[in-house]
């Protein structure tokens, strides 16, 4: 097995995915952080959740970051 690098994501983080949704629409926000991410179309708002290996896989680039989280 080859080692891929693991994509950081924070909340807020504005994404561009590789293709669009049906509305249209590129650009995704990070609204839930876990084993599985929750991102909102930032076109029509409809909201998935995807396992972070599928997400990095579709993701283009990212728009902008949200906070870094200092604990």
Not at 5 to 15: H, K
Not at 35 to 59: N, Y
Request: charged letters at 35%.
């Amino acid at each position: 097995m080859t080692e891929r690098e693991i994509v950081e994501f924070r909340l807020n983080d504005v994404l561009r995915m590789r293709k669009p949704h049906a509305c249209g629409g590129y650009e995704w926000t990070v609204y839930r952080l876990g084993a599985d991410i929750g991102i909102v179309c930032d076109c029509c708002r409809r909201r998935l959740l995807l396992p972070r290996t599928d997400l990095e896989k579709r993701l283009k680039t990212f728009i902008s970051r949200g906070q870094e989280n200092l604990e």
